[in-house]
Structures are given as structure tokens and as C-alpha cells.
């Protein structure tokens, strides 16, 4: 029974494809978000979403929109990628009315672009 | 603004030896502070918190981390290491005032040589 589950877990796909994953957590948490890890494993906040408002939304191409249809669920729509997109998008969830509760992670959806 | 800072992006130790991760913060308010792993081609796991109260504090598989102010460190340890250790290990920092984010360090790739 998976707390946080992202759908696909690859996804190859050429360049100027629109593309989204899905996101889903069962925790009862209040916040969702999505993270971007390069190739270097480095991990970069995109967006938060706080019972389907969204909270943070770092310097992201707008081709990047993320949607929450409630609180159990968030998305992510890539219009127009581009090879520079490619790369392993985790989404993760956490209680961020208690402070200091960290996050649970999904496995992640790598993405390519070809 | 918060960031962390990971010395070593590659540590190397025998199977039995002493793991010790290096990981050094900057915030301007109390910190929170995280140690995830994320093994090869999976989500990252929480492996140990500290927020508030005793500064070394016990995760899982036998690591621990000390809090230690005056140094803005946050090391990770493990008396005796082990083959399945091997993973990539990430330090982060958030706060009672930025609850909804979590800063990343680099990362640093734990080798277990037998």
C-alpha cells in the first residue's frame, strides 16, 4: 500500500510533446510537492501545494502547470518539452502544519527527452 | 536565505569501518535539520530529524547525527558500515518559519568496499 505513488515511473518522449505525471499520496497529508533531480542528483523544489492552494512556485518555465484537484492529488503538465527537461521528477507530501515533519517521497518518474 | 552544504560529493570506506558524512548549514532562525538516503533508482528515505530539544538524535539502520550550533553542523554517522549503506546520502534544512520547504545539499555517494 504505497504512501506516495507517481505515475509513469519512465517516460521517454521527443521533443515539443506535452506530457503530464501523476502524483497521489494516502498519508492524509496536507501539502504536495514536486521536486527536480538532475543529472548531478541534485534536488530542486518546483512547486508546493497546501490543501489545493499552491503555496511555492520557484523560477519554473511557465510550459511547466501543476494541478491539485484535491488534496490527495497532485500533478504535472509539461507542455512543448525540451531536452533540457529530462531528468527524475519526485513528488513528495508532508504534514506542514507541524513544523519540522519532513517529507515522504515518491520513487520518482525519470523522464526523457529525445 | 537557508542552504546546506555537503563536503565530499564521494566518500569510500570498507565494509566495518566508521561512516561519517559531512554536512554544514546556514539559516538565520532555528534550524531543522534532515538526513535522507536514496538508494539507486528509488525515492528518497528519511533516515533521521532534528527540530527541537536533544542534539543527537538516532535514525534508522543504525545511523545518528549530532546538532552542534556553534559548528552549524549536522554530520552523519554510523559506527560500523555496511555493504547495503551504498546510496546516495542527502543533508537538508528547513525552519519553523519555512515549513513548506525543504533546501537540499548536494548529495554525497557512500561506496562500501568488502
Known amino acids: 500500500d504505497t504512501a506516495v505513488s507517481q505515475t509513469p515511473k519512465y517516460l521517454v518522449t521527443q521533443m515539443g510533446n506535452d506530457k503530464s505525471i501523476k502524483c497521489e499520496q494516502n498519508l492524509g497529508h496536507d501539502t504536495m510537492y514536486w521536486y527536480k533531480q538532475d543529472s548531478k542528483k541534485f534536488l530542486k523544489i518546483m512547486f508546493s501545494?497546501?490543501?489545493?492552494?499552491?503555496?511555492i512556485n520557484e523560477t519554473v518555465p511557465n510550459r511547466f502547470s501543476p494541478k491539485s484537484p484535491d488534496k490527495a492529488h497532485l500533478n504535472l503538465h509539461i507542455n512543448s518539452l525540451e531536452l533540457g527537461d529530462s531528468a527524475v521528477y519526485f513528488c513528495?507530501?508532508?504534514?506542514?502544519?507541524?513544523?519540522?515533519?519532513?517529507?515522504?517521497f515518491g520513487s520518482g518518474t525519470r523522464l526523457t527527452v529525445v | 536565505a537557508q542552504s546546506v552544504t555537503q563536503l565530499g560529493s564521494h566518500v569510500s570506506v570498507s565494509e566495518g569501518a566508521l561512516v561519517l558524512l559531512r554536512c554544514n548549514y546556514s539559516s538565520s532562525v532555528p534550524p531543522y535539520l534532515f538526513w535522507y538516503v536514496q538508494y539507486p533508482n528509488q525515492g528518497l528515505q528519511l533516515l533521521l530529524k532534528y527540530t527541537t530539544g536533544a542534539t543527537l538524535v538516532k535514525g534508522i539502520n543504525g545511523f545518528e547525527a549530532e546538532f552542534k550550533k556553534s559548528e552549524t553542523s549536522f554530520h552523519l554517522t554510523k559506527p560500523s558500515a555496511h555493504m547495503s549503506d551504498a546510496a546516495e546520502y542527502f543533508c537538508?534544512?528547513?525552519?519553523?518559519?519555512?515549513?513548506?520547504?525543504?533546501?537540499f545539499g548536494t548529495g554525497t555517494r557512500l561506496q562500501v568496499f568488502p
Open positions: 537538508a534544512v528547513s525552519d519553523a518559519y519555512n515549513t513548506d520547504k525543504l533546501i
Open positions: 513528495a507530501s508532508s504534514q506542514a502544519s507541524i513544523a519540522g515533519y519532513g517529507y515522504t
Open positions: 501545494y497546501n490543501n489545493k492552494e499552491l503555496i
